[in-house]
Nanobody, 126 residues
C-alpha cells in the first residue's frame, strides 16, 4: 500500500508560480509511474502530467504543456509539479496518483491509477 500526501497549494495571482509536492510512503515508490490530475468545480478530473519511474520520460496535458514541469526525487520519495504562468482556469484541486502496473505514459488516465492522494487546492485569481 502506498500513501500519497500533496502539499504546496494556495492562492496566487494570474501569471504567478507555485510548486506542488507529493510525498509517498513505501519502498516501492521508485518503481511507480506518477501523475498529477486536477478537478475544477463541477468538472471531471483531468490529466495534467505524468512521469516515468526513472524520471526519464514525461507527458503533459495540452492545457499545461510549456507552463508546467513534472519531476521526481526517488531518494526522497517525492514528485513535484512546478506551475508557472498560472491562469484562472488552472484553479482546481490537484491530485497526485501512482500507477503500479508499469503502463506506458501515453496510456495513463484516471481509471488506471492505483493510489491517490487527497488533493491540494490551487486558486488563481485574475
Amino acid at each position: 500500500q502506498v500513501q500519497l500526501v500533496e502539499s504546496g497549494g494556495g492562492l496566487v495571482q494570474a501569471g504567478g508560480s507555485l510548486r506542488l509536492s507529493c510525498a509517498a510512503s513505501g519502498r516501492t515508490f521508485p518503481s511507480y509511474a506518477m501523475a498529477w490530475f486536477r478537478q475544477a468545480p463541477e468538472k471531471e478530473r483531468e490529466f495534467v502530467a505524468a512521469i516515468s519511474s526513472s524520471g526519464a520520460s514525461t507527458r503533459y496535458g495540452d492545457s499545461v504543456r510549456g507552463r508546467f514541469t513534472i519531476s521526481r526525487d526517488n531518494a526522497k520519495n517525492t514528485v513535484y509539479l512546478q506551475m508557472n504562468s498560472l491562469k484562472p482556469e488552472d484553479t482546481a484541486v490537484y491530485y497526485c496518483a501512482a500507477d503500479r502496473d508499469f503502463r506506458p505514459l501515453h496510456t495513463i488516465m484516471v481509471k488506471f491509477m492505483d493510489y491517490w492522494g487527497k488533493g491540494t487546492l490551487v486558486t488563481v485569481s485574475s
